[in-house]
Nanobody
Framework: QVQLVESGGGLVQPGGSLRLSCAAS????????MGWYRQAPGKQRELVAS???????KYADSVKGRFTISGGNAKNTVYLQMSSLKPEDTAVYHC?????????WGQGTQVTVSS
């Protein structure tokens, strides 16, 4: 069983930065896409950013220009650099690794943006 372990969440003031990391507990072959999702209280989980094995990235409109996703399939890790954070970015952030016939989720890390 593969586990994804996130780290890097916490409390930050508006305008601040955080870097989230997600690592797999063992090597995973043929990852097609690695992504970050978030879920705020009372809201549905939404895609924040994703990167394919070919290096193509996708961002939610609300985070474009502020967040950067990077990842290494070879190392089975993915990162999310978050800058210029806003209170509306407050949520539990989950990473996801997906292939042709599988999808693994991390347990989530809390990000709180507040003064």
């Amino acid at each position: 069983q593969v586990q994804l372990v996130e780290s890097g969440g916490g409390l930050v003031q508006p305008g601040g930065s955080l870097r989230l990391s997600c690592a797999a507990s063992r090597s995973i072959s043929s990852i097609y896409v690695m992504g970050w999702y978030r879920q705020a209280p009372g809201k549905q989980r939404e895609l924040v950013a994703s990167v394919t094995s070919g290096g193509s990235t996708k961002y939610a409109d609300s985070v474009k220009g502020r967040f950067t996703i990077s990842g290494g399939n070879a190392k089975n890790t993915v990162y999310l650099q978050m800058s210029s954070l806003k209170p509306e970015d407050t949520a539990v952030y989950h990473c996801n690794f997906a292939g042709m016939d599988y999808a693994y989720w991390g347990q989530g890390t809390q990000v709180t943006v507040s003064s």
